[in-house]
């Protein structure tokens, strides 16, 4: 069968690409080295915060605010629970960066923010303990996405569209011709008119099959679940939130469905290699010592640490993402380089790669901030 357009990896956004390009009848194939959902993935864990008045900067407000609505719109015509509605609470030091442009976001896009002082805070919700002078921004509209249940409602949707998935399939080889693409695995070769690339952790593996090398590298990470009274934590009551320290970040969950809060350390991550097999949970002491040292300095209610569990990001220099045409090929897109914080875009990024395959198009939200050019000066 000839496709239209082939994606190389379906996570998060691959699957979600394939999902708004199926539905507008298009002939897609999915390939991934595993079989989605995974443990290898961006969408490993279970949950993954979303948040709209953007610390990390304002160009992804409005990204944000149509994944959020892309998201309802999944979770109306899915089986799947996708969007828990707890509200997120930024908490930090008032001239900090994330903070001021989380407040900067708010004001500028007329979000549904409430500043709080850290005694407001503490008042609220007494799990949390806030050094004062501190702030919390709270986001009342934002919350947390069952990121697991996202990739098989997009699998499901892609596939009841019409899509095709090749899982447990490795790429072996990638040809660009001038008006289409081949791609190789070990027993089966393809062609379509264009290609997207999303391949995740093994991004910086399949760019050689394309001619790119861009500056990533990979990170562990951990995140943990902690023992919970439900009564301070449940997630009906208790809201998802990031806090900044001055050398440390850290983010979490409430507790749902009696899970126990979970909480990880966003920065901090060690070098992979990625030849070797993702160390487990445990490995090192800083796994565990990290979050349980935040958890009794500002969460001194919770219990004692369950479980961990590891991850990878791939990362940037300047920790924004890349979204791009190849630089010599216009039906060639590629998408990666998430850095810790993508999850909760995969929606809208899978609706910016279909408009990018479809017949030449431009997204129609302003994707330049993304280019990969930005490392070439």
Request: glycine share 8%; with cysteine; aromatic share 10%.
């Amino acid at each position: 069968m000839n496709y239209e357009v082939i994606i190389v990896g379906a996570g998060s956004m691959g699957m979600a690409a394939g999902y708004y390009l199926a539905k507008q009848g298009k002939r897609v194939l999915l390939i991934d080295s595993h079989n989605p959902p995974h443990a290898e993935g961006s969408h490993h864990g279970e949950t993954r915060i979303i948040r709209h008045a953007y610390g990390e900067g304002e160009s992804y407000v409005k990204m944000a605010l149509r994944a959020q609505e892309l998201w309802n719109e999944l979770e109306e015509q899915s089986e799947e629970k996708i969007f828990l509605p707890t509200g997120v609470i930024n908490i930090g030091q008032p001239d900090s960066t994330f903070i001021q442009n989380v407040i900067s976001s708010a004001k500028n896009y007329s979000l549904n923010v409430e500043q709080l002082t850290a005694d407001e805070i503490k008042k609220r919700w007494t799990g949390f303990h806030v050094p004062e002078g501190y702030i919390g921004c709270y986001e009342v509209d934002s919350g947390v996405l069952m990121s697991e249940n996202c990739i098989r409602a997009f699998r499901n949707q892609a596939k009841a569209h019409g899509a095709v998935l090749k899982v447990n399939a490795p790429v072996t080889s990638i040809t660009i011709f001038e008006d289409s693409v081949q791609v190789d695995t070990a027993d089966e070769s393809f062609t379509a008119a264009s290609l997207i690339m999303t391949p995740g952790a093994g991004t910086r593996k399949l760019l050689p099959l394309v001619d790119l090398e861009l500056p990533l590298q990979e990170e562990r990470n951990t995140f943990s679940w902690f023992e919970t009274d439900e009564s301070l934590y449940r997630s009906s009551d208790f809201p998802a939130f990031s806090f900044e320290l001055p050398t440390e970040t850290y983010y979490g969950f409430p507790s749902i469905d009696q899970a126990g809060v979970k909480i990880g350390r966003h920065d901090g991550g060690i070098p992979r290699d990625m030849k070797q097999p993702l160390a487990e949970f445990g490995t090192y002491e800083q796994d565990q010592q990290d979050v349980s040292s935040y958890a009794e300095q500002f969460m001194p209610r919770l219990g004692s640490h369950k479980m961990g569990k590891a991850c990878t990001y791939t990362m940037t220099p300047d920790e924004d993402f890349i979204i791009d045409k190849h630089p010599g090929h216009d039906h060639v897109v590629i998408a990666c380089g998430f850095s810790g914080h993508g999850f909760k875009f995969s929606s809208v990024i899978g609706e910016i790669l279909s408009q990018l395959v479809i017949g030449n198009r431009e997204s129609t939200l302003d994707i330049r901030p993304f280019s990969m050019k930005r490392f070439s000066k």
